[in-house]
């Protein structure tokens, strides 16, 4: 609920790395998918698109084998990534809104920044 406030409030940062977030992190899975259903665009080479999705996995897979998770939910890093940003945003809207709480408490609605 909180997650725009831990940027300091400043909206084109907040945007911009959830953004670059979704972009890194979405779009080789996207064109793999275009791929597969033959619509390619071309301009992301396939890959490049594998490569980035192993590193992906391998990425979530570490800390889900330090902390001894089921490490198979590392092949779930898009819909657990979507969720993410389902509450980032979500986050933001309620900071905009003026309607954060913490425990239960409304915050007092803070200035937002633009950078």
């Given at each position: 609920?909180?997650?725009?406030?831990?940027f300091?409030n400043?909206?084109?940062?907040?945007?911009?790395?959830?953004?670059?977030?979704?972009?890194?992190?979405?779009?080789?899975?996207f064109?793999?998918?275009?791929?597969?259903?033959?619509?390619?665009?071309?301009?992301?080479?396939?890959?490049?698109?594998?490569?980035?999705?192993?590193?992906?996995?391998?990425?979530?897979?570490?800390?889900?084998?330090?902390l001894?998770?089921?490490?198979?939910?590392?092949?779930?890093?898009?819909?657990?990534?979507?969720?993410?940003?389902?509450?980032?945003?979500?986050?933001?809207?309620?900071?905009?809104?003026?309607?954060?709480?913490?425990?239960?408490?409304?915050?007092?609605?803070?200035q937002?920044?633009?950078?």
């Open positions: 609920k909180n997650l725009f406030s831990a300091g400043r909206l084109v940062l907040y945007l911009f790395i959830w953004s670059w977030l979704a972009v890194v992190f979405l779009e080789p899975l064109q793999l998918g275009l791929f597969a259903l033959g619509k390619h665009s071309g301009y992301f080479p396939i890959n490049i698109a594998w490569i980035s999705m192993a590193l992906t996995v391998s990425l979530w897979f570490i800390p889900y084998a330090r001894r998770f089921p490490v198979l939910l590392a092949l779930l890093y898009p819909f657990i990534f979507i969720v993410a940003m389902g509450v980032a945003f979500y986050s933001l809207i309620l900071a905009l809104a003026g309607g954060s709480q913490w425990k239960g408490r409304s915050l007092p609605g803070s937002v920044r633009w950078l």
